[in-house]
């Protein structure tokens, strides 16, 4: 995911490796999102976070949640307290939870667009995926307003069955945006949907020049997940759906009870407390949001009735 860590994992994975992974040099531009939106459908509350559009100079842009990443400096020097002590620690109180799991990619110069979740495959993560060859149907008014900074002019869409506002600029020439969005004739540096349920705003950026997509506790972990395994984006969904009901399915048969009954120096319980933490974690995480950018076909059907 992007991900649900397990402050047990975190911690055993801490103790047994302290190796870096070699990635061959990339720099990025990065670009900071605010995106604001409604979790729950039946709510009117609102929650934030910050994303990130890392457009590098490898043809390609990866957009994420900057949760995880923005803690990278706090969690090294945890860590490294944590390896040379020798004993673990409960990094729950430490490390903030993302709230989006995916990542989307999109390849330079023909936008394709990859949508990429993890899920668990036995104690090791697995990247699922689908692509798609998207085309937005953009109407670019002569509207133009400043934001922020930025010159920007107005630009109207629709997708994944919401109607779509954006405004962009041509002072950042990247045809690129949040989430799936790219298309327009410079960088978008807002979008919204008409029922105000997503809103992306752009709020600054900056150069990467040691650019990894992948926060240092993932490096850390080996838990980048591997080749994506491309599924069709139907068997992906469902795929996705089973993990989200039930995330230990592929664990719980490998956990013997004597793994289960052990206890954890310097954390409170034992591995099978851990466990079962980790799985509330992971429930209310899913259950947190039922209302998705993309509408699928049913919950349209079902709007409407």
Do not use: C, H
């Amino acid at each position: 995911m992007k991900n649900l860590f397990s402050v047990f994992f975190i911690a055993l994975f801490a103790l047994a490796s302290a190796q870096d992974s070699k990635e061959s040099k990339e720099t990025a531009n990065r670009f900071f999102y605010e995106l604001t939106f409604k979790p729950k459908k039946d709510s009117a509350k609102m929650d934030k976070v910050i994303t990130i559009l890392d457009i590098t100079d490898k043809n390609r842009s990866i957009y994420q949640d900057y949760t995880v990443i923005a803690q990278d400096s706090i969690m090294k020097v945890e860590i490294e307290a944590m390896q040379k002590a020798g004993i673990m620690k409960d990094l729950s109180k430490t490390i903030k939870t993302p709230k989006i799991s995916a990542r989307i990619y999109k390849s330079y110069p023909g936008m394709k667009v990859q949508y990429v979740d993890k899920i668990a495959n036995g104690f090791t993560p697995s990247n699922i995926g689908y692509s798609e060859d998207l085309k937005f149907n953009w109407n670019i008014l002569n509207d133009k307003q400043k934001i922020g900074e930025y010159n920007t002019q107005k630009a109207t869409t629709e997708f994944g069955g919401r109607k779509w506002t954006a405004w962009f600029s041509t002072d950042l020439p990247f045809q690129d945006g949040p989430y799936k969005f790219f298309g327009l004739p410079g960088l978008i540096v807002k979008i919204e949907d008409d029922q105000k349920n997503y809103s992306w705003v752009l709020q600054g950026n900056k150069k990467v020049k040691d650019y990894t997509e992948y926060s240092y506790i993932e490096n850390l972990m080996q838990a980048k997940g591997g080749k994506v395994n491309e599924l069709t984006r139907e068997k992906f969904e469902k795929t996705f759906s089973d993990f989200k009901k039930d995330p230990f399915a592929s664990i719980r048969p490998m956990m013997t009870q004597e793994m289960l009954s052990k206890t954890v120096p310097g954390m409170d319980g034992t591995v099978g407390d851990m466990v079962k933490k980790q799985e509330k974690q992971y429930k209310d995480f899913y259950n947190a949001n039922d209302n998705p950018i993309e509408i699928s076909a049913a919950q349209e059907d079902k709007k409407k009735k």
